[in-house]
C-alpha cells in the first residue's frame, strides 16, 4: 500500500504526484496543511524529522526527498518505465535529480518573497516567531524570517533569478539533442525539474522562458498537455487560488527593474 504525505501547492509534492499519475498506481492520500503549520507539529516531525513533504510510505517504510521517491515509484511498475536502460542516461538523469535541489531553493525564495510572504504577515507576529523556532533547520529560518520582512528586496530574489535563468538555459542546452531532456524518449528527468517550472508560471513569471528560451517553450506545453500534470495539479488549486498567486508573484517582481533582465 502506498501513502503519501503531501501538500496540493508543494512543488516537491507535486513532483511524487505526476510520477504517481505516470506510472498510474493508486495511493492513499495524507493532506498536509503547510500553511496551517501541520509540517512542523511534533506527530509530522516524528514522520520526517526535517518537517518538509512528501513522505512516501511503502508497506509501513518511509522513502524521503521528492527525486528519491520519483524514482522509487518508477520501479514499482513496469506501466511506463521512466528510468532510461543505458547506464550514461541513468546517470545524467539522476543528475537532474539532485540539480532540483538548488532550483527548490531558488523557487522557494520567489515564493516566500511574493504570495506566501503576503499571507504569513496576516498572522500575528508571535504566530510568526513561533514558526521560526520550530523550523529544525536553522538556516531556513533565518532565509525563511528574511524573506518575510523583505520581501522582492530581500538580497536572497537576485540569486533566485540568475540561479532560475541558468536552469532555463540547461534545459535549452539539453533540448538540442532531441524533444526531451534524454534525447529521443520522454523520461524521468523531464518529470524532475517540471513542477518547479510551473511554480515560476503559477507566479506569472512565464516569461523568465518565453523571451529567450524557445526549446524551453515548447517542451513545457508538451509536458502541460500529458494527462499526469491535470491529475497531480487539478484536484489541488483551483481558478481562484490560481489567480491569486499570480497576481501576488507578479505585482512583486514584474514592476522592478532589478529582474527585467531576466523577464523581458
Not at 500534470?229 to 505585482?251: C, F, H, S, T
Request: proline letters at 6%; aromatic letters at 10%; glycine letters at 6%.
Amino acid at each position: 500500500m502506498l501513502k503519501l504525505y503531501h501538500n496540493g501547492n508543494s512543488v516537491c509534492s507535486i513532483k511524487a504526484r505526476i510520477v504517481l499519475a505516470e506510472k498510474q498506481l493508486e495511493w492513499e492520500s495524507v493532506h498536509i496543511s503547510l500553511p496551517d503549520g501541520e509540517q512542523l507539529t511534533p506527530e509530522f516531525l516524528k514522520i520526517n524529522p526535517k518537517g518538509v513533504v512528501p513522505v512516501l510510505e511503502h508497506d509501513g517504510r518511509r522513502i524521503f526527498e521528492s527525486s528519491i521517491i520519483a524514482e522509487y515509484v518508477d520501479t514499482l511498475s513496469d506501466t511506463n518505465p521512466l528510468m532510461p536502460e543505458d547506464p550514461y542516461l541513468q546517470a545524467r538523469t539522476r543528475v537532474w535529480g539532485t540539480n532540483t535541489l538548488e532550483y527548490h531553493d531558488h523557487v522557494n525564495t520567489l515564493t516566500f518573497a511574493s504570495y506566501q510572504r503576503t499571507m504569513l504577515l496576516k498572522k500575528p507576529a508571535e504566530e510568526l516567531e513561533a514558526r521560526y523556532a520550530k523550523l529544525p533547520n536553522r538556516i531556513r529560518a533565518r532565509k525563511l524570517r528574511d524573506l518575510i520582512e523583505n520581501g522582492p528586496s530581500s538580497d536572497y530574489v537576485p540569486v533566485a533569478f540568475g540561479g532560475l535563468s541558468k536552469m532555463c538555459a540547461s534545459i535549452e542546452a539539453e533540448l538540442e539533442n532531441g524533444p526531451w531532456l534524454m534525447g529521443d524518449d520522454f523520461s524521468l528527468a523531464d518529470t524532475l525539474p517540471l513542477s518547479y517550472i510551473y511554480r515560476i508560471e503559477c507566479l506569472g513569471l512565464e516569461g523568465l522562458w518565453e523571451s529567450r528560451f524557445p526549446r524551453v517553450t515548447d517542451w513545457y506545453r508538451r509536458l502541460k498537455a500529458r494527462p499526469s500534470m491535470d491529475q497531480a495539479v487539478g484536484p489541488y488549486l483551483n481558478e481562484a487560488q490560481l489567480a491569486g498567486i499570480k497576481a501576488e508573484g507578479r505585482r512583486a517582481f514584474l514592476s522592478d527593474d532589478r529582474f527585467s533582465e531576466y523577464l523581458s
